[in-house]
């Protein structure tokens, strides 16, 4: 597992080092031949909006998932949010095991300790690098006090 981890993670960097030397998707598509899938697209005036997931050259990036319900705990809305990761990936066709990073916002940094009380262990014996801010006024949108994104490979 932890050589298929390594293969992913060079594949990622290729593709960060390809879109950050020359340009977005349709440079980085020419220099591998694959095109992005989208998918769980979410629209806005039947406009698309954004993805639920994308994937390229065997990576997967995984919008942020909140929680928008009661009751307003930390420890509920974690959750509430590593499920729905989990749903995205498995839709994708990852799984947790698989997840290279995660991208953690708290709506107040107080809930570290009980965010983290949820968040251990979930990711399988070999966890993923994570980021974790608090984030600035206004909060995490749609009123859920975590939110969280992530980047696996398939």
């Known amino acids: 597992m932890q050589t298929e981890r390594r293969s992913a993670i060079k594949?990622?960097?290729a593709s960060v080092t390809a879109l950050a030397g020359f340009g977005l998707t349709a440079k980085a598509t020419a220099l591998t031949g694959k095109e992005k899938k989208s998918g769980n697209v979410t629209n806005f005036q039947e406009v698309p909006l954004f993805s639920g997931h994308t994937i390229h050259n065997g990576v997967v990036y995984i919008a942020g998932k909140g929680a928008h319900t009661e009751p307003f705990?930390?420890?509920a809305h974690t959750e509430i949010v590593l499920q729905e990761l989990e749903k995205e990936l498995k839709k994708a066709g990852s799984s947790m095991e698989k997840v290279l990073r995660v991208g953690v916002f708290l709506n107040d940094i107080a809930d570290y300790q009980g965010?983290?009380?949820?968040?251990?262990?979930?990711?399988?014996?070999?966890?993923p690098v994570r980021t974790t801010v608090a984030v600035a006024k206004g909060g995490v949108p749609g009123n859920s006090l975590v939110e969280m994104d992530c980047i696996a490979y398939i």
């Open 73 to 75: 705990e930390i420890k």
């Open 115 to 127: 965010m983290n009380e949820v968040y251990k262990g979930r990711f399988g014996k070999n966890p």
């Open 11 to 13: 594949k990622l960097l």
